[in-house]
């Protein structure tokens, strides 16, 4: 069974730090790429940062200078390190796992709450 198990959500003061992760496990092809997604109340789910097995990275423009997404293929984990946070970076994340296992597969993580208080 594929598991995505995130881990370092909470609350923080604005212009606090926060570092989530996320392991996968139960999988049986190689990661080709890893994202972190966020949902807050009322919105659509939004892609934040996304690594690819060959280091690419790319994030949506609202964290650009905040967030660093890294990763390390061989152990299957993903991590956000979140900076400057803003009540508007308020949701909550999920981890996505892009796996090449019978063609391409997507997992997803349950989410962990992140809350960025004024």
């Known amino acids: 069974q594929v598991r995505l198990v995130e881990s370092g959500g909470g609350l923080v003061q604005a212009g606090g730090s926060l570092r989530l992760a996320c392991e996968v496990s139960g999988i049986s092809g190689s990661i080709h790429a890893m994202s972190w997604y966020r949902q807050a109340p009322g919105n659509q789910r939004e892609e934040v940062a996304r690594?690819?097995?060959?280091?690419?990275?790319r994030y949506v423009d609202s964290v650009k200078g905040r967030f660093t997404i890294s990763s390390d293929f061989a152990k299957s984990s993903v991590y956000l390190q979140m900076a400057a946070l803003k009540p508007e970076d308020t949701a909550v994340y999920y981890c996505?796992?892009?796996?090449?296992?019978?063609?391409?597969?997507?997992?997803w993580g349950q989410g962990t709450q992140v809350t960025v208080a004024k």
């Open positions: 996505y796992s892009m796996v090449a296992e019978f063609g391409l597969q997507e997992y």
């Open positions: 690594i690819t097995e060959e280091g690419h990275t």
